[in-house]
């Protein structure tokens, strides 16, 4: 399995979605994905289960060195004292030590731009956090958080899907030096059942949400999935063994439609 570089991160291609998880369910989710291999865990404060993913990582035995724990800010807590106070009760809740990667989830236009870029340098530098980057950013946005951190932003987590056509995105982080990670890499289930999918992945011996996952993988796209269903866990990891030709690849990026975002909110940013 081939990790992710950008500025001296190395991201596992492959996580663990933990959205709409908790508690021992949780907790036994991500300590049964790491047994199966899976290397990366991603959470949030918004999702509440911060302290169950801690637990299933240290229940399942496995190095801490050897993982990497993906959090991220809550947008009400953007401002410098309430991010600096945030991170520190993340840590606090994950009892993993320092967080591999902290994240921005959503832009918060309430809040100016430098003062959060600002707090998330400081987080880094006062040892709370390894790596830095955002979530849910535009074109636009990538720059002027970028060129405000000094270049250290190392990723941009977006949806990303057959749907939904990032290609003006992708092209901005790649030009920043910076990986891009899918959520909703399998459209909250829609790619399931999607006929090209379907006849993509009984080529190769695969499902559709398989074809999804590697499409993704294949440009160089980090994804975390989301399950709660432990048989899915293998599946969607089970995506290193066949390789999509060119012919594949275009069919698949074809399906994108103008209507294709799923996750839409009222603090959205105006997407590119």
């Not at 530098?125 to 980057?133: A, S």
């Not at 399998?186 to 011996?205: F, M, N, Q, Y």
């Amino acid at each position: 399995m081939q990790f992710l570089e950008a500025k001296g991160a190395s991201i596992p291609p492959v996580g663990l979605g933990t959205w709409e998880l908790r508690g021992r369910e949780c907790a036994r989710l991500v300590t049964q994905a790491i047994k199966l291999g899976y290397r990366h865990i991603d959470t949030a404060q918004m999702y509440g289960n911060e302290r169950d993913v801690g637990e299933g990582v240290r229940a399942s035995g496995i190095k801490r060195e050897e993982m990497f724990v993906v959090t991220k800010v809550s947008p009400e807590n953007l401002a410098p004292r309430l991010l600096e106070r945030s991170v520190k009760e993340s840590v606090r809740d994950l009892r993993l030590g320092e967080i591999d990667l902290l994240l921005l989830h959503w832009p918060n236009k309430d809040v100016p731009l430098k003062d959060t870029i600002d707090a998330l340098v400081n987080v880094k530098r006062d040892g709370l956090v390894h790596q830095i980057g955002v979530s849910n950013y535009t074109v636009a946005l990538l720059e002027q958080a970028d060129r405000l951190a000094e270049h250290r932003l190392v990723c941009n987590q977006v949806e990303m899907h057959p749907y939904l056509d990032q290609s003006k995105v992708i092209a901005a982080c790649r030009a920043l030096d910076m990986t891009v990670v899918a959520y909703s890499p399998i459209a909250r289930g829609s790619a399931k059942r999607d006929a090209v999918l379907e006849r993509i992945g009984k080529t190769h011996g695969k499902s559709a949400a398989q074809v999804s996952l590697r499409w993704l993988v294949q440009q160089g796209i980090g994804v975390i999935p989301r399950t709660s269903r432990l048989e899915r866990l293998s599946e969607n990891i089970s995506i290193f063994d066949f390789e999509l030709s060119d012919a594949e690849m275009k069919q698949i990026r074809s399906l994108a439609r103008a209507d294709g975002r799923i996750v839409d909110w009222s603090w959205s940013p105006q997407w590119d």
